[in-house]
T-cell receptor, first 116, second 113 residues
Framework: DTEVTQTPKHLVMGMTNKKSLKCEQHMGHRAMYWYKQKAKKPPELMFVYSYEKLSINESVPSRFSPECPNSSLLNLHLHALQPEDSALYLC???????????????FGPGTRLTVL | DQQVKQNSPSLSVQEGRISILNCDYTNSMFDYFLWYKKYPAEGPTFLISISSIKDKNEDGRFTVFLNKSAKHLSLHIVPSQPGDSAVYFCAASAGGGADGLTFGKGTHLIIQP
């Protein structure tokens, strides 16, 4: 089983709203990722969590706030977003070896976010 | 600075023939390479990967070739089927992958009946 689930599938929010995106995997993976994909562009890395600790933040604005409450869940809290933040938000997970190396990343279906 | 390049935005191939998708990279630290298939508004689906210690990996109809000296990899699909029509992304990681993946811009493969 290589399933990563994401909810909601679609989200429309205003610039003053607060919302959260959720991601879940039950593969025992200890590395989890958030990517952002704009139309006709490749996915771009936002955050990496290793062993539930934030290891990489690719200079993402503070209106995006990630959270990893346990080894199976990854959230992305959204607040005061801008229309240009509208995109497909993808979650991924991968194994971590004892040496901290990762394996293949498996992606969820994504959340299509529209900011009005 | 684009570290992973897919220079063909689209490729049209007849059903049953071979599809060859190309990818070039510039970062010598990349040591793990992957190909993903993607449909619109869906997440990328993993197809096949290759470590920098190998030069070929095969899985069914899919074969990936890596030429480290040329910093080039390619994905061969034989025979091509209508269901293969999708956008294919080449991705790379360095240092064990804990830094996340760097993607190319993708190649839209169209299989003609």
């Amino acid at each position: 089983d290589t399933e990563v689930t994401q909810t909601p599938k679609h989200l429309v929010m205003g610039m003053t709203n607060k919302k959260s995106l959720k991601c879940e995997q039950h593969m025992g993976h200890r590395a989890m990722y958030w990517y952002k994909q704009k139309a006709k562009k490749p996915p771009e890395l936002m955050f990496v969590y290793s062993y539930e600790k934030l290891s990489i933040n690719e200079s993402v604005p503070s209106r995006f706030s990630p959270e990893c409450p346990n080894s199976s869940l990854l959230n992305l809290h959204l607040h005061a977003l801008q229309p240009e933040d509208s995109a497909l938000y993808l979650c991924a997970s991968s194994r971590l070896t004892e040496g901290g190396l990762t394996d293949t990343q498996y992606f969820g279906p994504g959340t299509r976010l529209t900011v009005l | 600075d684009q570290q992973v390049k897919q220079n063909s935005p689209s490729l049209s191939v007849q059903e049953g023939r071979i599809s060859i998708l190309n990818c070039d990279y510039t970062n010598s630290m990349f040591d793990y390479f992957l190909w993903y298939k993607k449909y619109p508004a869906e997440g990328p689906t993993f197809l096949i990967s290759i470590s920098s210690i190998k030069d070929k990996n095969e899985d069914g109809r899919f074969t990936v070739f890596l030429n480290k000296s040329a910093k080039h990899l390619s994905l061969h699909i034989v025979p091509s089927q209508p269901g293969d029509s999708a956008v294919y992304f080449c991705a790379a990681s360095a240092g064990g992958g804990a830094d996340g993946l760097t993607f190319g811009k993708g190649t839209h493969l169209i299989i003609q009946p």
